[in-house]
């Protein structure tokens, strides 16, 4: 099983900016999809951006022309860069790996606040 380590996140005043990093422990054979997922305290979790092995990307609507997400495949590494980031933005976010073959590795998360 890979492991994703996130990092990047912290505390940034409405309006900043943040720029999250996705490292995996190793390339990852057979990968259909990276996410990016994030869960504010009280709420479910919620799908946030993905990236597929060709490179086309997705958002959802709540994050839309505000997120960016990318990746380095030759490091192993995903992005999410964040701008005009609102309090409601709030959450620990999470980096998923989805692989052709069912499997799914997810990160420990790393926490965003944003503050008023």
């Known amino acids: 099983q890979v492991q994703l380590v996130e990092s990047g996140g912290g505390l940034v005043q409405a309006g900043g900016s943040l720029r999250l990093s996705c490292a995996a422990s190793?390339?990852?054979?057979?990968?259909?999809?990276m996410e990016w997922y994030r869960q504010a305290p009280g709420k479910q979790r919620e799908w946030v951006a993905s990236?597929?092995?060709?490179?086309?990307?997705n958002y959802a609507d709540s994050v839309k022309g505000r997120f960016t997400i990318s990746r380095d495949k030759a490091k192993n590494m995903v992005y999410l860069q964040m701008n005009s980031l609102k309090p409601e933005d709030t959450a620990v976010y999470s980096c998923?790996?989805?692989?052709?073959?069912?499997?799914?590795?997810w990160g420990q998360g790393t926490q965003v606040t944003v503050s008023s």
């Open positions: 190793r390339r990852i054979f057979n990968l259909n999809f």
């Open positions: 990236i597929s092995d060709i490179g086309s990307t």
């Open positions: 998923a790996a989805f692989t052709s073959l069912g499997s799914a590795s």
